[in-house]
């Protein structure tokens, strides 16, 4: 078993607010999330030259941006760093764009991805895009429905059962078999879900 005297739990933090990483991320923690980025992001411009998919240039690059901010985002969402920002109430010196991102409906809201790429990468499936859209603000309204106790099981279901209709229910978007359960994972289980932020030992030696 780890020793106790490695990690804290703290919820307060101080600085410049941080909506990506949640502030105070350490190096290490800024470095997974680009990690996944890049290689998502990467791995999306790689079929590009393969020819694997009937795109143009800029709609690549679309792609290439989508995967960036998913793959990113799933990892940036399970941060503690990014656990204590979100789910501490927002500061009297917070700007109005922090207090809007930390209402988790309409950070839910903001993630519009289903919508873009049926409608550019999947031919103009707009029901494909409003499902999936919708089942994602639906999946948010049921978590933050629950007990705090029952959040994390539930949002493991719904991202089950996601995969379980992304993979025989709903034929996803060529080229984005990946988005729904990322998107799921990364708003519904990595953003909604209140866990305990821990931090390295060393942030509670500076501020002792």
Not at 25 to 43: D, F, M, N, P, Q
Not at 98 to 109: D, E, G, I, Q, T
Not at 127 to 156: D, E, F, I, K
């Amino acid at each position: 078993m780890q020793p106790s005297n490695t990690v804290f739990i703290d919820w307060h933090y101080a600085g410049d607010p941080d909506p990506l990483y949640g502030t105070g991320a350490t190096r290490a923690e800024k470095s997974l999330v680009w990690i996944a980025g890049l290689v998502a992001a990467l791995a999306t411009l790689y079929t590009y030259t393969t020819g694997a998919f009937d795109w143009t240039w800029w709609e690549f690059g679309i792609a290439a941006a989508i995967a960036f901010d998913i793959a990113g985002g799933m990892v940036a969402n399970s941060l503690n760093s990014g656990k204590r920002f979100y789910h501490t109430p927002a500061r009297d010196d917070d700007p109005r764009y922090v207090r809007l991102l930390k209402n988790p409906y309409l950070f839910s809201a903001l993630h519009v991805y289903p919508l873009i790429v049926g409608g550019l990468h999947g031919d103009g499936n707009w029901l494909y895009g409003g499902v999936w859209y919708g089942l994602l603000l639906a999946a948010t309204l049921a978590v933050l429905q629950v007990p705090l106790y029952l959040r994390r099981p539930l949002s493991m279901l719904i991202v089950f059962l996601v995969l379980v209709g992304n993979t025989w229910v709903i034929e996803p978007a060529a080229g984005f078999a990946w988005l729904a359960p990322a998107l799921f994972l990364k708003i519904v289980y990595g953003h909604l879900v209140r866990e305990e932020p821990y931090r390295p030992a060393a942030e509670r030696e500076k501020s002792a």
